[in-house]
T-cell receptor, first 111, second 113 residues
């Protein structure tokens, strides 16, 4: 059974600092891994999807890396802004389009 | 991409009653998924709904408690039956579209008194 751990559980940084969010998973037999953002009381917004054959994926200030064999993914957010404050979730996908979610990292960017 | 809407956005219900949540997608999709997010927790998959066949439920979830309909390729409903306070959660609909990306609806926030 896939287990996903996200460290740290919470993170508070001043505006402008870079953010590093870690995700580890126990079963490396994944098809891809997706990072999401969730604002309080809202649904999930897809940020990045990395295929199992890829090492990293970039979109604007966001960069996600994937080391499938060691069961790790990292999300980097450059030059953080107060609008980046949210909970970030990682979810590796296994057979049957089944996502397993980590507990999330709650980020607060202080102006 | 896919745009997903859900109704209702939130509801407060009495224990013992049932609530049906609707999910509408702006494009045809093969698989639709229902997730639950309990307070302070992450998301858990309830079931996968394919058009024209019975939904497939994950361990710990049963059809009598969470019946699902999937009448066409853009719509699905999830019913939370005989509710108790433990059913208070956010229920989210999700689809895969535009390749492998998974998209989520805005969620239905359910409070059971």
């Amino acid at each position: 059974k896939q287990e996903v751990t996200q460290i740290p559980a919470a993170l508070s940084v001043p505006e402008g600092e870079n953010l590093v969010l870690n995700c580890s998973f126990t079963d490396s037999a994944i098809y891809n891994l997706q990072w999401f953002r969730q604002d309080p009381g809202k649904g999930l917004t897809s940020l990045l999807l990395i295929q199992s054959s890829q090492r990293e994926q970039t979109s604007g200030r966001l960069n996600a890396s994937l080391d499938k064999s060691s069961g790790r993914s990292t999300l980097y957010i450059a030059a953080s802004q107060p609008g980046d404050s949210a909970t970030y979730l990682c979810a590796p996908k296994a057979a049957g389009n089944k996502l397993t979610f980590g507990g999330g990292t709650r980020v607060l960017v202080k102006p | 991409s896919a745009v997903i809407s859900q109704k209702p956005s939130r509801d407060i219900c009495q224990r013992g009653t049932s609530l049906t949540i609707q999910c509408q997608v702006d494009s045809q999709v093969t698989m639709m998924f229902w997730y639950r997010q309990q307070p302070g927790q992450s998301l858990t998959l309830i079931a996968t709904a394919n058009q024209g066949s019975e939904a497939t439920y994950e361990s710990g979830f049963v059809i009598d408690k969470f019946p699902i309909s999937r009448p066409n390729l853009t719509f699905s409903t999830l019913t939370v039956s005989n509710m108790s306070p433990e059913d208070s959660s956010i229920y989210l609909c999700s689809v895969v579209a535009g390749g492998d990306t998974q998209y989520f609806g805005p969620g239905t926030r359910l409070t059971v008194l």
